[in-house]
Structures are given as structure tokens and as C-alpha cells.
């Protein structure tokens, strides 16, 4: 079992900056991705960003220029910097970690979640 722990969600002004951090703990052989998804008010849970172990990113195009991932191996934890937010950035965020078990087998887990609210 793996736990996936957020932190860093807040109350942040239009054009604000915020950092929000995840850390995986538990039976980790290795963890192939992590990956930060949010989903806002009535909306569908939608990919943010993510990153391989191999260190490549992909992001959301309505993120693309304003939001960083990054990963600190040692640590198994998975960073989101945020910066211009924006108040259709508002949704709860959820860390998600694709981890490879001592048994060889991946597993899919996922964070319970931090809410992110940028006001106008």
C-alpha cells in the first residue's frame, strides 16, 4: 500500500503564486510517474501536469507558461508551482502516482486532495 499525502493548497488573489507538494510513502519499488490533476465546481476531474521517471513533463494547455512540475526522487515527492493563477484555476487538486510495488505489479493511487481558491 502506498499513501500520497498533499499539502500546500490555499486562499490566494488573482495573480498570486502558490506551491503545492505530494509525498509517496509506503511500498515503493520504484514510482514511474506522478502527476497533479484537479477538478473545479461541476467539472470533470482533468490532467494538470505530469512527470515520468525519465524526467519528461507534459501539461495542460490552460497551464502551459504559468505552472512548473518537479520531482525530487530521493524524497518521492512531486512539486506544482503555481504562479498568475487565475479563478478558473479554483478546484481541488489531486496528487496521482503510478508506483511499481515490490511485487513487480504498478498500482494507481491518488491523494485525497487539496483545494486550491483563487479569488478575483
Known amino acids: 500500500q502506498v499513501q500520497l499525502v498533499e499539502a500546500g493548497g490555499d486562499l490566494v488573489q488573482a495573480g498570486g503564486s502558490m506551491r503545492l507538494s505530494c509525498v509517496a510513502s509506503g511500498n515503493i519499488f520504484r514510482i514511474n510517474s506522478m502527476a497533479w490533476y484537479r477538478q473545479g465546481p461541476g467539472k470533470q476531474r482533468e490532467l494538470v501536469a505530469a512527470t515520468t521517471s525519465w524526467d519528461s513533463t507534459k501539461y495542460a494547455d490552460s497551464v502551459l507558461g504559468r505552472f512548473t512540475i518537479s520531482r525530487d526522487f530521493a524524497k518521492n515527492t512531486v512539486y506544482l508551482q503555481m504562479n498568475s493563477l487565475k479563478p478558473e484555476d479554483t478546484a481541488v487538486y489531486y496528487c496521482?502516482?503510478?508506483?511499481?510495488?515490490?511485487?513487480?505489479?504498478?498500482?494507481?493511487?491518488w491523494g485525497q486532495g487539496t483545494q486550491v481558491t483563487v479569488s478575483s
Open positions: 496521482n502516482a503510478e508506483v511499481q510495488a515490490d511485487d513487480g505489479l504498478l498500482y494507481d493511487y
